[in-house]
């Protein structure tokens, strides 16, 4: 089948992405390894599952009509409701009848006399296109560590990021779960209230901010919806992606009782709001200090043993560089009888027998395992396939030191490859819709320029690539997230370079950039017909 682009991964970018290049005229398919469409939400399906960016704006806006019509239940959707929103979208848009489920891509290789991407999948079938846009998800990839003795226990066992379709019920159960990541934060609470007992295996504590979350206030939609298209600007001017509003004060400059105020005063709003106490939260260090202690002592507030909270305090990272957390009722969850912490950096886990895990320190008997334990994440989905670019140099080989790109768009030795929210953009550091769309548009924009002029080929130069990538760096390295041994820095993965992936210069900075590339005739690409 010969197409004019080809699209993998019908997420949140793949759907709209397949959207934007029919409006193109282009015979395109999105070809997808799941048997449904969702991505993220199609996989994540854990007890709590849950987005922590609010519903109003983890929403597409490119329709009036979808935004203004759709309703959301909760101020933060649960994974249900999301899916539910990403099969509403795909019948409206009438997106079914390209996608090709239960296809996983293995190997894409560009001919460079065809100046072709031609596609195979594990159906055996073989596809080319012009175009290949890679829009396989930033976190796709679960990953479950190497624990010996798993084969030989005789439970069930569970990562939340491949979770049953049919649910898992652990009434009357003995839960281990470990990793107290974002996914374990949101399934620790629930599972807890359901299981016999519950063991957290917890290896580093978390930052964690509660969600407040509740049924979306009708009031609070009505004003949003007022002014959906001025919020959603604002949100593509943001840093984050976002309307949440950033403070422009150092920390410096507010008097130790406004600080104070202005920490219950994030606290009280929730969320990501934590993030934005003070102007130099993220890249001072004294700043985030203030920010960590206060979030400590709030755990302290919540748990009742002392001894449990201090073991809950983060101490080893600066505030939010890990991804934050955000709760309901996580740290409480250890004030109830039948929850247990354990500490797996004073006891590590020797290995899985058949009753259960056994740690340096004790025998825990389980019925079931539930990994929380993350996934390969930004480059993970994109290695995964065998990506042959010029000279049959392949991606893998040209990221082995880490991900290098021009705009977090495309890669240098690989003409007409585009990856949506790629590694060098600001991705996972925002509200990905916000990313998505910005990304999504940019493509289809991009490859109308070159229609009209009949151009066939895009590809960054080198140099390019290279200035963009030392920018990505040079930014991070201005911040505290370096310190992390983060998901961002690849610091989860054994042996992957350590490298702060995402673009950290915010999202509205960074689609000035792209818009200055686009109008000056996509300066840096080099463009051949
Ligand atoms: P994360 O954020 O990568 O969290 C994974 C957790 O699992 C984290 O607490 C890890 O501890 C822990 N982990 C990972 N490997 C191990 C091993 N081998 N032993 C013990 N503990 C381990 O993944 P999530 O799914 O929670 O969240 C991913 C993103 O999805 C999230 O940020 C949102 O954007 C949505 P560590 O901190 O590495 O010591």
Not at 113 to 140: H, K, N, P, Q
Request: negative net charge; aromatic residues 10%.
């Amino acid at each position: 089948m010969d197409l004019d682009s080809m699209i993998v991964g019908a997420g949140v970018s793949g759907l709209y992405m397949l959207h934007r290049l029919r409006g193109l005229g282009h015979a395109t398919v999105v070809l997808e390894a799941g048997d449904g469409i969702g991505g993220t939400w199609y996989w994540n399906r854990y007890p709590g599952a849950r987005c922590d960016i609010e519903s109003l704006e983890y929403s597409y806006s490119f329709s009036e009509d979808l935004q203004q019509e759709w309703h959301w239940p909760d101020r933060y959707s649960l994974q249900p409701d999301i899916l539910r929103y990403v099969n509403h979208v795909a019948d409206r848009f009438d997106l079914r009848r390209d996608v090709r489920l239960a296809t996983r891509v293995t190997r894409a290789t560009f001919d460079e006399v065809a100046r072709r991407w031609t596609i195979e999948t594990d159906t055996g079938s073989v596809l080319t296109a012009t175009y290949l846009i890679m829009a396989t998800g930033c976190l796709s990839v679960p990953r479950v560590p190497e624990l010996e003795g798993l084969e030989d226990f005789g439970g069930r066992w569970y990562h939340t990021g491949a979770w049953p379709h049919d649910g898992v019920d652990f009434t009357g159960r003995r839960v281990g779960i470990i990793g107290t990541g974002s996914s374990g934060i949101q399934a620790i609470p629930i599972i807890a209230r359901q299981a016999r007992h519950l063991t957290v295996f917890q290896r580093t504590p978390n930052f964690s901010v509660p969600a407040w979350n509740g049924p979306l206030d009708p009031d609070v939609e009505a004003s949003f919806k007022a002014d959906y298209g001025a919020n959603r600007e604002i949100a593509r001017r943001s840093d984050s992606g976002t309307t949440l509003e950033a403070s422009t004060t150092p920390t410096h400059a507010m008097a130790p009782e406004v600080a104070k105020a202005e920490l219950e005063r994030r606290w009280a709003q929730g969320g990501f709001n934590m993030e934005l106490v003070f102007a130099d939260e993220t890249t001072d260090a004294n700043a985030n200090a203030i920010v960590a202690e206060f979030a400590r002592r709030k755990i302290r507030d919540r748990v009742k043993d002392p001894a449990v909270a201090a073991l809950l305090c983060p101490t080893d990272h600066p505030f939010a560089t890990k991804r934050l957390c955000v709760d309901t009722d996580y740290f409480e969850t250890y004030n109830r009888d039948n929850v247990t912490l354990v500490d797996i950096r004073a006891e590590p886990i020797a290995r899985a027998t058949p009753a259960g895990v056994r740690t340096a320190a004790r025998e825990v008997a389980l019925d079931d395992i539930v990994f929380a334990t993350g996934f390969d994440a930004m480059t993970g989905a994109l290695m995964a396939v065998d990506i042959r670019g010029r000279g049959g140099q392949s991606l893998r080989a040209a990221w082995a030191a880490g991900p290098r790109s021009y705009l977090g768009l495309m890669v240098a030795g690989f003409p007409n490859l585009f990856t949506v929210t790629g590694p060098g953009s600001p991705s996972v550091l925002s509200n990905m819709m916000t990313s998505i769309e910005q990304h999504v548009e940019w493509i289809a924009a991009c490859l109308g320029h070159l229609r009209d002029r009949h151009i066939r080929l895009i590809e960054p130069s080198a140099e390019t690539e290279q200035r963009w990538t030392d920018h990505v760096r040079e930014v991070g390295d201005q911040t505290l997230y370096p310190r992390a041994n983060s998901w961002y820095m690849g610091a989860n993965i054994p042996g992957k370079p350590r490298v702060f992936m995402p673009y950290v210069g915010g999202v509205g900075a960074y689609r000035t950039i792209c818009e200055g590339v686009a109008e000056h005739g996509y300066e840096g690409f080099a463009l051949a017909s």
